[in-house]
């Protein structure tokens, strides 16, 4: 009777171990779709044989990762999501600065006038036009400024969001390494993996191990973000002299800027572009300057057609910051073409505009490589992690057909216990 008790024992082990394999290839499928899943395999391990029993059990769950690649995978979705933000953000800023009018063409419709009133300067419609083209002239240069602005506020606007963000996934990724730690459920280290890519696209920075098996997550700089089962935050507060958004991290009661630290993810391209754009105003700005200081010289330096000189062209910025969006036609003139003098040229606006472009398609040229890396190593991801179903059927086959074997295997010793207790009388 003991030694059937012990083969029924045997069967029903090896039974449930064959089930788990089953589940196993089962959940495998399930989860083919799922991002971030990591394929999971189960490992039968022989029990001590003869004179003991012997049998099989089922082993632990295991995921097919490798924390190389995910530690690379990690590295491309900071730099891609740098690359990207730039290479979006500057595109559609060259877009609505080009839908806008162009400051070289106003200021070349501006000078042909200015040479048809040289040639005839007593014409007073002709005045009248050229007056008409310099206030052109300083609605385009407004709106390059505006456009400027506004991005620049835009680029602002994400800052702040992203900052909001980045704190989420900080808290959900020290949650994480406590479920990893406490837990042991594979799916728990998929999340955490996950998590970790996100928040290297959003914030860049890097991740790794301790001793306990947690992640460490540091952004670029070494600000600590999380670390085990604690997470700081992100935050942003407005820098006096600028204006502009400041990147905060906040640990308890210590509050650390990395604002000029953050190069990767899409709040390093989001900072980035604001530096670019940052740039170009203060390009803008010298123009205006520039454009204002000539033409005011060689305006006052000559008559008007009621013979009256020292009058400007422009009311003169006493600044460059912030000229291009201040620039005016001087109101006496705007009121009297007579006082218009003959002026020259105040530079031009196209290397502006290049530069924009030139930055455009780096930005670009950026975005293509890091997305071409980061699908090459989703691929590489996919080859080692992830699901194949013709695998996984033919495992799920294997198992099934072991378990029914087993079946019948349990199915005979019971049959064979009921006749011996039967024969027994018991």
Request: overall charge negative.
């Amino acid at each position: 009777m003991s030694d059937l008790l012990s083969l029924l024992s045997l069967g029903s082990n090896a039974l449930t171990a064959q089930n788990s394999g089953v589940a196993v290839a089962t959940n495998n499928v399930a989860n083919m779709n799922t991002e971030g899943y990591s394929r999971e395999s189960v490992s039968l391990e022989s029990l001590i044989g003869p004179p003991m029993l012997g049998g099989v059990r089922a082993g632990d769950v295991t995921r097919a990762a490798s924390s190389m690649l995910s530690s690379r995978i990690r590295s491309t979705a900071g730099s891609l999501g740098r690359s990207q933000t730039m290479s979006d953000n500057l595109a559609d800023f060259e877009a609505t600065l080009s839908s806008g009018p162009s400051i070289s063409d106003s200021v070349a419709t501006m000078f042909a006038k200015l040479g048809q009133v040289a040639a005839t300067p007593t014409d007073k419609n002709l005045r009248n036009a050229v007056v008409s083209s310099i206030g052109d002239v300083v609605s385009a240069i407004h709106s390059a400024a505006g456009t400027v602005a506004d991005a620049t506020k835009a680029a602002d606007d994400q800052i702040n969001g992203i900052a909001t963000q980045a704190t989420s996934l900080a808290n959900q990724l020290a949650a994480a390494n406590k479920a990893v730690r406490t837990g042991g459920d594979p799916t728990a280290a998929d999340r955490r993996d996950l998590l970790t890519k996100q928040l290297s696209a959003l914030v860049g920075g890097q991740a790794g191990s301790d001793a306990a098996g947690n992640v460490r997550f540091v952004l670029d700089g070494g600000a600590v973000l999380v670390d085990g089962n604690h997470a700081a935050s992100m935050s942003t507060s407005t820098d006096p002299a600028t204006g502009l958004a400041t990147i905060n991290v906040v640990d308890g009661s210590n509050t650390r800027d990395v604002t000029a630290q953050i190069s990767g993810g899409q709040l390093g391209g989001q900072l980035a572009t604001r530096d670019q754009l940052t740039s170009v105003a203060a390009k803008y700005d010298q123009y205006a300057f520039d454009l204002a200081q000539t033409f005011n010289s060689v305006s006052s330096a000559n008559a008007g057609i009621d013979g009256v000189s020292g009058r400007n062209m422009f009311v003169a910025p006493t600044t460059v910051a912030g000229a291009a969006s201040s620039l005016e036609l001087d109101p006496g003139l705007a009121a009297n073409s007579d006082q218009l003098a003959t002026a020259a040229s105040g530079g031009s606006a196209v290397d502006i505009v290049t530069d924009v472009g030139q930055q455009v398609s780096t930005a670009k040229s950026d975005a293509t490589t890091d997305s071409l890396v980061g699908a090459h190593l989703d691929d590489l991801r996919d080859s080692l992690s992830g699901v194949d179903p013709t695998e996984e059927e033919t495992n799920l086959a294997k198992f099934q057909n072991t378990s029914a074997a087993l079946a019948k295997f349990v199915s005979t010793i019971n049959d064979m216990m009921t006749n011996l207790i039967t024969q027994l009388g018991v």
